[in-house]
């Protein structure tokens, strides 16, 4: 059973959630903002050392043809700074859509600014679980 950390990256607001392989189940964790990408990275290396990380996986935010946009490098930036500081490796998926469908699971339980503070971990686990769906 290995433990996966499932990461929103947001240049304001960076979801974190916690996930498992053997039980295939993604939990939000953490909401980490207005941190610097050298404090995000060391804030989420402490988080996966304290909980038994063994990947990290990212969402990656493409266009809606795939392609790679301004944002995805910056993401994929990031990614390298994290695999580089942690030594964990990183898998990626898709993010497209996810802080919609993590919008769509809030709506109707909490205010603008609940869902504001809840969304980014609800899309990070969003996107680990779209992971971890695809284990073989």
């Not at 607001?13 to 207005?34: I, Y």
């Not at 063994?54 to 390298?80: H, T, W, Y």
């Amino acid at each position: 059973m290995a433990r996966v950390l499932g990461i929103d990256y947001g240049g304001k607001r960076t979801g974190v959630a916690l996930g498992e392989t053997q039980s295939r189940l993604a939990t939000p964790l953490k909401l980490l903002e207005n941190l610097s990408d050298a404090a995000l990275v060391v804030e989420i290396g402490r988080l996966a050392k304290m909980e038994g990380v063994e990947l990290i996986v990212c969402g990656i935010p493409l266009n809606m043809d795939g392609s790679a946009g301004p944002q995805s490098r910056k993401v994929e930036a990031f990614i390298g700074q994290l695999a580089e500081a942690t030594g964990i490796a990183v898998a990626r998926v898709d993010e497209r859509l996810t802080s919609h469908e993590a919008e769509s699971r809030l709506a109707g339980h909490f205010t603008r600014r609940q869902k504001r503070r809840r969304i980014d971990g609800v899309a990070a686990a969003g996107i680990l679980q779209e992971y971890l769906n695809h284990l073989g």
